[in-house]
């Protein structure tokens, strides 16, 4: 899938893009039958909400589910952050977050890149988040909710928030969330959340700041990210466990557009149990300096 120059002029000013429905219902159905069995599992992986047994974040089910290995080589998802960046793209992170119904907790105000900065060294923010929806969203099941534009702000200064949730993240202060959401526009656009059937897919920007409040309906809200990097920026260092920031810097390779439904085959390189290594942290910087 390629993006048009109208719609490349809008991820510019705007910093995301929406595509309702992208994936069909049979797609996204073999995506979904996978998800229990992975949130069952008692594994690092899987971090749960606060107090609850609700998954918050499965991560890397790519390297030991089938359809999600296919997913993260999907052309609808991929080719597009390729031809922005002109580079081939690895996967740095990839993620399965429940949002599930009644239990689902909020995500704080922030930008992506700024934990990928701080915690990953990774160099700059020639990365992309690539979101597909597993459940529809609509307005009471938590979605995600961007100021559009923020990314042209860079990387704003943010404060490691080891509380909040159950996920350690760095949070953008609500004095400059009020300004940001002032210059977006305030009440008329300041803030957006695109909401659509399971299937829709959204594009944005690694420095979009971006959050989504807690889900009080019945409905569950699960969406897959991609996070992809161009390869040239991969990141400096492992002070993160695999599970969550690849050390894996090969390029992706996309498969064809009817792979999940055709069940390409792909390699699992997980599927027999994460290697004791994916826990492995470190804070010495590739190439030499401890930090
Ligand atoms: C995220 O910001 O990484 C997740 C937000 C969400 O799933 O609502
Ligand atoms: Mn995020």
Same mark, same amino acid.
Request: net charge negative; charged share 20%; with cysteine.
């Given at each position: 899938m390629r993006l048009t120059p109208q719609q490349i002029d809008r991820f510019d000013t705007e910093g995301y893009l929406f595509f309702p429905g992208l994936f069909t219902p049979e797609e996204v159905a073999e995506l979904n039958a996978a998800v229990p069995a992975l949130y069952a599992r008692r594994e690092a992986y899987n971090v749960r909400e606060k107090g609850s047994e609700a998954v918050r974040t499965n991560f890397a089910a790519h390297l030991y589910s089938e359809p999600f290995a296919r997913l993260a080589r999907h052309p609808r998802m991929v080719e597009p952050v390729e031809a922005l960046f002109g580079e081939k793209l690895y996967m740095h992170q990839f993620k399965i977050n429940g949002?599930?119904?009644?239990?689902?907790? &909020?995500?704080?105000w922030h930008q992506d890149y700024g934990t990928w900065k701080n915690d990953d060294l990774m160099p700059t923010e020639r990365a992309m988040n690539v979101a597909i929806f597993l459940d529809d969203v609509n307005e009471y099941n938590g979605p995600l909710m961007f100021i559009p534009g923020s990314h042209r702000k860079g990387v704003i200064d943010a404060r490691h928030d080891l509380t909040t949730t159950s996920y350690p993240l760095w949070t953008v202060d609500n004095a400059l969330i009020t300004q940001l959401v002032e210059r977006a526009g305030g009440k008329a656009g300041g803030i957006v959340s695109p909401k659509g059937p399971a299937g829709s897919m #959204?594009?944005?920007?690694?420095? /979009? &700041?971006?959050?989504? =409040?807690?889900?009080?309906?019945?409905?569950?809200? &699960?969406?897959?990210?991609?996070?992809?990097?161009? &390869?040239?920026?991969?990141?400096? !260092?492992?002070? !993160?466990?695999?599970? #969550?920031?690849?050390? +894996?810097?090969?390029?992706? +390779?996309?498969? =064809? +557009? +009817?792979?999940? /439904?055709? !069940?390409? *085959?792909?390699?699992? *390189?997980?599927?027999?149990?994460? *290697?004791?290594?994916?826990?492995?942290?470190?804070? =010495?910087? /590739?190439?030499?300096? =401890?930090?």
């Open positions: 949002k599930m119904a009644f239990e689902g907790d &909020v995500w704080q #959204i594009l944005f920007h690694s420095c /979009l &700041v971006h959050a989504s =409040t807690s889900n009080l309906s019945p409905w569950n809200r &699960v969406s897959v990210y991609l996070s992809l990097c161009a &390869v040239s920026n991969h990141i400096r !260092r492992f002070k !993160r466990p695999e599970y #969550i920031a690849h050390r +894996d810097f090969t390029p992706i +390779d996309c498969l =064809t +557009d +009817d792979c999940l /439904l055709a !069940r390409a *085959p792909v390699d699992l *390189p997980w599927a027999g149990g994460m *290697p004791a290594s994916a826990l492995e942290t470190s804070l =010495t910087e /590739l190439g030499g300096n =401890t930090a």
